[in-house]
């Protein structure tokens, strides 16, 4: 570094608050370490059609939104990213945290469900497929840090109240099962249990599905935020455009199986190139 | 020995070469609608350019092409801020994230936000992505707030029940907090009463002051003499074809 430059740097960190610059040394996005590879992923059901030719990169704390009609590949492709099925063909690969690269199709069941305990999350869109509804809202978070290895009781309580607080949801109900909870309650139950381990990755279907509108507008809230500070990174699969505008850094459109567009998430929204992709964002309701 | 900030300041910050814009509607036939083509223009550091022309001639749509909003069909934006130009019309949407982040704001004609967040957070947030923390990013969000004359009572209040003015003071709030080196204005006054819109044209003139650059589309002709350097034209469809 010269003097000069090495000045206008001093200068730009002092003066930063009110002058149009911006510092210097920005970090290319593209070449920062991929989280998730997918390359040339196809699945079939016998004869059926699951997906077909999928590929795309995931970047750490980068949410990636899938649109498309129900039917289009959508959920089958999130299972296969999350290892509950292998695929047919393609190849699937994740970087954990210290860096080694697991090929999701060849993974031996011992390593997956670590990943699935340590490293990932999944949010069903139905809280039951996702919460032992038998169990305390409180023992739902609980078994998710125990299963982590965390035995010391006053821990796992004080972890289970300050997630229930991040939710929002109030702290007497820790004692309740989830069955008395509202469905938007057991969702955002659903999201703390799966985010107490502080996962890298988490997977979502159609989070907000099955939600009154004013419930959404409050999980989505709560969503963007978590996302944000714990810098997660998420495949996000819903057929809801709004919510993946205001969720999705990137959208992957897909229809019968194969992926017809991809890009930034307001430009595929607002100026979408394929026909398929104008016609899901043409037949949008105005509210 | 030059500086690094003179050699900077030698390029234009946005160089534009060729842009074209055109839809094709498959869901109506096929049609395809040109926006605009061929189109150059650069931008200074510290300038303001107002786009000009009747409704229809493309000044929206450029400025949406300008922050990657819509995608242009040819052409280049290279985006002079960083350590290194980026090409908006090409870059990976990473790419456009980062530079959107870093160096360009946008204030659109309309506020879109999620239902539940309040005003003062709408706009505070804009800052703690920056870095600031909460408590004086919130700070200063009301300062701002109060210079555009939102009712404290109000802050507090998702801006979804507010009036069309209202929304759009917390919109230009929103987009003002931060300094970027690239502001893009979609007619920020349109529908601002006129103790604001005088506000907003010194805010605006603060901008450029701190060096941004400016597009904007500006119906109000006072407003756009007050604050614009250079007009940019841009004439209509019909006009061009003949």
Known sequence: MTAAQAAERLCSATCVARSA????????????PILLSVRGVSHYYGARLGCRDISFELWPGEVLGIVGESGSGKSTLLNLLAGRFPS???????RDREGVLHEINSLTEAVRRRLLRTEWGFVHQNPRDGLRMRVSGGGNIGERLMACGSRHYGNIRRAALDWLARVEIA?????????????????????????????????????????DVSVQAKLLDLLRQLVRQ?????????????????????????????????????????????????????????? | MRSASSTIADKPVLSVRGLSKSFTLHTQGGITIEAFSGMDLDLWKGECLALHGPSGAGKSTLLRSLYANYKPCAGSILVNCGS????????????????RHSAMGYVSQFLRVIPRVSSLDIVAEQLTAHGEDERSAREKAGELLARLRIP?????????????????????????????????????????????????????????????AVVGIFHDETVRCAVADRVYELRPRDARAE
């Open chain 2, 84 to 99: 290194r130009p980026v090409d908006m019309a090409t870059a990976s949407p990473r790419t456009v994230l980062s530079v």
């Open chain 1, 88 to 94: 047919s063909a393609g190849s699937i690969h994740y």
């Open chain 1, 21 to 32: 610059s911006i510092p210097d040394g920005t970090p290319d996005p593209d070449a920062e």
């Open chain 2, 152 to 212: 404290k009572r109000l802050w507090e209040l998702a801006p979804a029940t507010f009036s069309g003015g209202e929304q759009q003071r917390v919109n230009i709030a929103r987009g003002f907090i931060h300094c970027y080196p690239v502001m893009l204005l979609d007619e920020p006054t349109a529908s601002l009463d006129a103790a604001n819109r005088e506000t907003v044209v010194a805010m605006i003139k603060e901008a450029k002051a701190a060096g941004t």
């Open chain 1, 171 to 211: 702290a007497d109900r820790i004692d309740d099962r989830p069955l008395s909870y509202s469905g938007g309650m057991q969702q955002r139950l659903q999201i703390a249990r799966n985010l107490v381990s502080s996962p890298r990755l988490v997977f979502m279907d159609e989070p907000t599905g099955g939600l």
């Open chain 1, 230 to 287: 714990l810098r997660l990174s998420v495949v996000l699969v819903t057929h809801d455009l709004a919510v993946a505008r205001l969720l999705a850094h990137r959208l992957i459109v897909m229809r019968r199986g194969e992926i017809v567009e991809s890009g930034l998430s307001d430009q595929v929204l607002d100026d979408p190139q394929h026909a398929y992709t104008q016609l899901l964002v043409s037949s949008i309701l105005q509210g």
